[in-house]
């Protein structure tokens, strides 16, 4: 697993010096769990987990004592529930609209959180362990 | 192809139709008509709800377009009507950003819209097909007025980062040189005999004739520079009068360039039923509509007005909601009925005592990632410079569209286009930075198509849907599998609540869905509170 995580890093850092901010949809399946937030995750839960409240809630991942669970992180990322979308979908074609991130970048994006933004669960998770979880099929894209 | 008939009529239709999805990749259809099925509008007609019981009261919670659809209606039928609305505007989605207008998106972060007085972007909805038929009772009936939407410019862009050293294409070379090729090539594999088996001698004939008018073929049936192909795909230099007069042809592209470059992809674009000519715009801007439906309700909607709670019993509905600006103390409301039009990203949040089918089919519709950013430049190059008068270029950067204002063509002054539309991946990531540096993005990438952006760039906004704090979201996204489970449960009346709004209807990502929706479930509720009298 650790020379995965390895590879992902140096690809992804690669990637890094193209553009800090944008990635192109080639290459999104080279981002490590670090950039996926910020790239992805943070479009919703904010810049360092804060969360958000409007006519709905992006929940606070920060100081987030459900994280505890990183079953349930991600179930959650995989799957998606009501207003949160699922990235464990399968690959579509490339102009896509769909949300796809691998499992070990799953993985190494349930590790980030649950160990940055004051989480502190020492548990880490790794790719086997998520694609072990349920994923959502082509057609079911709602959460269980 | 062949459906068993195995006649020789069949056999050419069959052909033809192969000569289409080569034209019209059925792939492209899904991935580039971006929003919405092609599926007709069920739009009734002028709704008649006769009967009402006496004193009989609802509360609609939205106020866009399917709300308002439905206090109007019912309101009209002789319901007491009250709509509680989270935003200060009306319109919900329905909705334009012009000069001095602020918008604070979910986070916190707050635009200043600096264009000029009387430009505007669409962050939402920008086109109305002609045969959204709700969506056109409404205009007519609200006094809105109507302009042209130019979904094809011929003398817009198809560009490729990958493909012919970044330039971009007009899009009459591209469909002019694309149907040129494959004219040729179907015209002599008809010739080498090899159609003999599916088509008759007497329809070879027609159909190359046929090929030759649709591909501009010479008389040996090959696609090559001549006037006839620069009728289509344009001169090098254009006819006039005098001595400059003498037009020169122009070349056509190889095929094998033209079928690396993926340009074809968006070329049916403009084929799709919702695409398809006549679409329209509200002169001023798409808000118009929603502001209209708001002036003609004003006394019944209550805005600032965010539900947090849904109750129901045996007698009717309470509903709780604070204020959005002060999150302030809790009040009620109660009526007889509720019909219910918030997005479902955040429905899934409020407490509602519905069933558990309903419950479920709530939670199981995720939204669509979209970002649109206006940009305003110091004149209109692509109209000066490039001839572009509204319509949109299409590219594989991740701008994915450039739209060209379809109004105010030749105006002084400065001007304002959507630099981007985005959605997927794309858009996620653009939704994650901050509204500067989405503007910033988009100049740099468009740039490479239209090299006077870094010059002429004045301003821009940029709005990003899951960052809109009153849906989370641009669209449900429906699947076969998702619709089959749940599209009924969320339909259904359930006690005393429906449910309407886009998200609601096979025309998911169109007003006509949330048009057509909320008709159709206030046709219902109707029914029941007329059956059941007052109480
Ligand atoms: C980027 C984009 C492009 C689009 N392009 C087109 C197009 O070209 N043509 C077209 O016809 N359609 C288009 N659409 C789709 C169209 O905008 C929608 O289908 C339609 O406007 C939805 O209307 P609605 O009434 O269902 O929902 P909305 O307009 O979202 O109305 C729901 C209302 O509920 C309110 N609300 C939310 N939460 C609460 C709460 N807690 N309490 C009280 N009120 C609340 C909201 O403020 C809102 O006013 C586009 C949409 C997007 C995002």
Same mark, same amino acid.
């Given at each position: 697993m650790k020379g995965i995580f390895v590879m992902l890093l140096i690809l992804a850092s690669s990637v890094q010096a193209d553009s800090p901010a944008f990635t192109s949809r080639a290459a999104?399946?080279?981002?490590n769990g670090e950039q996926i937030y910020d790239h992805? &995750?943070?479009? &919703?839960?904010?810049p360092g987990g804060a969360g958000a409240i409007a006519a709905g809630t992006y929940p606070k991942?920060?100081?987030?004592?459900?994280?505890?669970s990183w079953q349930f992180v991600a179930l959650t990322v995989l799957n998606g529930r009501n207003g949160m979308p699922p990235f464990g979908q399968p690959v579509h074609h490339e102009q896509s609209r769909a949300t796809h991130l691998t499992d070990a970048q799953i993985a190494d994006v349930v590790n980030y959180v649950r160990s940055h933004f004051d989480n502190n669960f020492k548990t880490t998770v790794t790719s086997k362990q998520v694609t072990g979880l349920p994923h959502p099929t082509a057609e079911l894209m709602g959460p269980q | 192809m062949g459906n068993g008939e195995g006649s020789g009529s069949l056999s050419r239709r069959a052909l033809l139709q192969m000569i289409g999805s080569t034209a019209g990749s059925a792939a492209m259809y899904q991935a580039m008509?971006?929003?919405?099925?092609a599926a007709e509008s069920t739009y009734p007609g002028p709704t008649e709800l006769p009967? +009402?019981?006496?004193?009989a009261s609802i509360l609609i919670l939205g106020a866009g377009m399917a709300g308002m659809t439905a206090a109007f209606e019912l309101r009209k039928a002789g319901y007491k009507v009250q709509v509680l609305e989270y =935003? +200060?505007?009306?319109?919900g989605r329905n909705w334009s950003l012009r000069g001095g207008d602020s918008y604070t998106e979910m986070g916190g972060l707050t635009q200043q819209c #600096?264009? %000029?007085? %009387?430009l505007y972007i669409n962050p939402g909805p920008w086109r109305i097909p002609y045969h959204h038929r709700g969506m056109m009772h409404y205009a007519k009936l609200l006094g809105v007025p109507l302009e042209p939407f130019l979904q094809? =410019?011929? =003398?817009?862009y198809l560009h490729?980062?990958? +493909?012919?050293?970044g330039e971009p294409q007009r899009f009459r070379e591209v469909k002019a040189d694309y149907h040129g090729h494959v004219a040729e090539l179907l015209a002599k594999a008809t010739r080498q005999n090899a159609l003999d088996a599916s088509v008759t001698k007497e329809d070879q004939e027609m159909l190359l004739e046929s090929l030759r008018q649709w591909g501009a073929l010479d008389g040996n049936y090959t696609y090559v520079a001549s006037d006839a192909v620069s009728e289509r795909r344009g001169y090098t230099k254009n006819p006039g009068g005098g001595l400059s007069a003498r037009p020169v042809p122009s070349k056509p592209v190889a095929l094998g360039d033209l079928l690396g470059s993926?340009?074809? !992809?968006?070329?049916t674009n403009g084929d799709v039923f919702d695409m398809q000519t006549a679409l329209f715009q509200p002169v001023g801007g798409m808000g118009r509509i929603g502001e209209a439906f708001g002036r003609e309700l004003n006394p019944l909607i209550r805005y600032n007005s965010k539900v947090t709670e849904i109750h129901q019993d045996d007698t009717g509905v309470t509903v709780t909601f604070t204020d959005?600006?002060?999150?302030?103390p809790e009040q009620t409301l109660r009526a007889d009925w509720c019909l219910c039009t918030i997005p479902l990203p955040v429905l899934a949040q409020i407490p509602m005592n519905v069933s558990q089918s309903l419950t479920s089919a709530i939670c199981a519709v995720p939204y669509a990632a979209a970002v649109k950013v206006g940009l305003q430049f110091k004149r209109r190059f692509w109209e !000066? %410079? !490039?001839? @572009? *008068?509204?319509g949109i270029t299409y590219t594989d950067?991740? @701008?994915m569209n450039i739209g060209y204002p =379809?109004?105010? *063509? #030749?105006?002084g002054g400065k001007g304002v286009l959507l630099g981007a539309y985005m959605w997927g991946m794309n858009a996620m990531q653009f939704t994650a930075m901050t509204p500067q540096e989405r503007v910033q993005k988009v100049v740099d990438y468009g740039s490479q198509i239209h090299p006077q952006y870094h010059k002429e760039f004045d301003n821009g906004v940029a709005v990003a849907w899951h960052r809109a704090? *009153?849906?989370?979201?641009c669209f449900g996204m429906w699947t076969a599998d998702t619709r089959s489970k749940h599209y009924d449960d969320l339909c259904q009346i359930d006690g005393r609540i429906a449910l309407a709004g886009e998200?609601?209807? *096979?025309?998911?990502?169109?007003q006509e869905g949330a048009v057509t929706s909320a008709l159709d479930a206030i046709g219902r509720l109707h029914t029941r509170a007329v059956a059941q009298g007052r109480a």
């Open positions: 999104i399946g080279s981002l992805i &995750c943070q479009g &919703c839960h904010m991942l920060a100081a987030n004592k459900k994280l505890v | 008509s971006s929003l919405g099925f009967g +009402a019981p006496k004193g =935003n +200060a505007r009306a319109g #600096q264009f %000029d007085k %009387d094809v =410019n011929y =003398n817009a490729s980062s990958h +493909a012919f050293g993926g340009l074809w !992809e968006a070329l959005s600006r002060t999150a302030g !000066e %410079d !490039e001839h @572009i *008068f509204g950067l991740p @701008i =379809n109004t105010g *063509f #030749q105006s704090p *009153f849906t989370m979201g998200h609601a209807s *096979f025309l998911g990502g169109w």
